[in-house]
């Protein structure tokens, strides 16, 4: 038996991942992948999922206090910085032959112990694109695995970029000290190249998401039917947009918006979750909070796209939301607010209810072409060879297109012109776009259940994995 922990501290202590149906498919694609290729492993994960969900994917989830409003926090930063002072303590003793073995007690560093291989499931966390704070956390998690002297994988990972010289240098240290790197896109190898990432074995491989399965037909048309959305006779184009794109192109401009965005993160990181509680349900029980998002975060050129869209091409668009967890910022949220601003609300239908990415895959199915600024609903279209046009929140995105070969479908920023260009030049060539994309799949789909190949082969070229366990 080959005990397997996976993590990715941006999910231990939040149900993110439950919402976020892009890190969901990636989860479950990782998990049925592994279990295919390794049938006697043990998964464990301390990525915080439902029972429900760890019974259905035969996984055993580690339990963590939950916080509803953030990822990180003062304490847990602290807890996780003393986890590694424990370790240093543990591997001083250790070579001293005293035993040490009580220092390691705690929930998390026994499950690190335990474990033969810990997989780093960061997703495209591991860099700066979201801040400094999810880069330290991050690093304290692969430097625990590496005192604890665990084989450590990256897997299938958008890594960089680090923006300062002492985030550069943690990284390359780090990095070049992992047992495994495996990268879903090319960008990301050139970046660990310049960045002198060259001892461990680094492969270009793929999102695991790509082996993601949609639910079946007759389960789609029901969620359809319950939608109230009838089978149209004009093409049908999908779009999920998320208001970050637009907070994002807003904090470049305006430093109201920017300075709102970062109080709201400190307050976040040091205030007690109870105390965020209150403020967040004062300011939207006054209607300041819609007053902000409306004057700095929602975009009327949204609309102003979609209603051109119609206009021009003559078809009909269903917004599908793909992340619900997200607060004031959910994709529902904007989905609707961006609804109420077109002109043509008759032909724009909005999928109210939550569903699983399964059902979120099927649903995309159903589109004629898609138009996403989130990643894992772009490859839930392309995967199955819809003409996709990306709007992208990080330059690894470009990297995810090239590989099916329509990085020229990525839009360089979220303007009128530019995606009105993209969309237009991608629906006049979409039967050869399907082609295309037809021609790669099963490439990238192999590629994608290589990350989980490659898992076996650093297993199998060990001396053993009871080698690999330190006892104490």
């Given at each position: ?10 999910f ?11 890190t969901?498919a990636i ?24 029972d429900?969900f ?29 986890n ?23 929930r998390?560093l ?81 970046y660990l ?7 461990p ?16 037909e ?18 049908v ?15 470049k ?30 300011f939207m029980?006054t ?55 077109t ?19 099927g ?9 996403s ?19 992208p ?13 329509q ?23 979409r ?6 994309m ?14 989980a ?15 690999w366990?330190?006892?104490?």
């Open positions: 038996m080959v005990k397997i922990l996976i993590t990715n501290p941006t231990e202590h939040t149900y993110g991942c439950e919402g976020n149906q892009g969901r989860m479950i694609c990782t998990v049925e992948s592994i279990q295919e290729v390794i049938p006697q492993a043990e998964i464990s994960t301390l990525i915080q999922f439902s429900q760890a019974a259905e994917h035969n996984i055993r989830v580690v339990k963590g206090n939950i916080f509803s409003y953030r990822p990180f926090s003062l304490w847990y930063s602290l807890l996780a910085s003393l590694l002072v424990l370790v240093v303590s543990w591997n001083i003793l250790h070579s001293l032959k005293i035993n040490g073995k009580l220092l390691l007690r705690n998390k026994k499950e690190f112990q335990n474990a033969d291989i810990i997989i780093h499931l960061g997703t495209n966390l591991y860099s700066e694109d979201f801040g400094i704070r999810g880069f330290i956390e991050h690093s304290k998690e692969i430097l625990l695995a590496m005192l604890l002297k665990k084989p450590v994988v990256l897997y299938a990972e958008s890594v960089g970029p680090f923006n300062n010289a002492m985030s550069r240098f943690i990284a390359k240290r780090l990095l070049n000290k992992v047992d495994l790197i495996t990268l879903r896109d090319e960008i990301s190898r050139e190249v310049e960045l002198g990432v060259n001892k074995p680094i492969y270009l491989t793929a999102d695991p998401a790509f082996l993601l399965k949609p639910v079946p007759g389960r789609i048309s029901e969620i359809l039917n319950d939608e109230g959305i009838k089978k149209s006779i004009k093409p184009i999908g779009l999920t947009l998320s208001s970050t794109t637009n907070l994002k192109e807003e904090m401009k305006s430093r109201v918006v920017a300075l709102i965005n970062l109080a709201y993160g400190l307050g976040r990181y040091f205030l007690p979750e109870s105390i965020i509680k209150v403020v967040l349900g004062i029980h209607g300041y909070l819609n007053r902000i998002k409306t004057r700095y975060i929602t975009q009327n050129q949204t609309s102003n796209i979609i209603d051109q869209i119609i206009d021009s091409l003559d078809t009909d668009i269903m917004i599908i939301p793909h992340i619900r967890h997200e607060g004031i910022f959910e994709d529902s949220n904007t989905a609707q607010e961006i609804r109420r601003r002109k043509n609300q008759d032909r724009i239908k909005v999928i109210q209810n939550i569903y699983i990415s399964e059902e979120l895959k649903i995309i199915g159903k589109c004629d072409m898609f138009i600024s989130r990643m894992h609903a772009a490859i839930a279209a392309m995967s199955q060879c819809i003409p996709t046009i990306l709007i929140v990080s330059q690894r995105h470009h990297g995810i297109m090239r590989m099916t070969g990085e020229k479908y990525v839009c360089n920023s979220f303007t009128f012109d530019e995606v009105i260009m993209k969309v237009e030049n991608a629906w006049s060539h039967e050869t776009i399907k082609r295309e037809h021609s790669r799949i099963k490439e990238i789909q192999d590629a994608s259940l290589r990350n190949e490659l898992i076996c082969e650093l297993i199998n070229k060990s001396e053993g994995l009871s080698n366990k330190q006892s104490v």
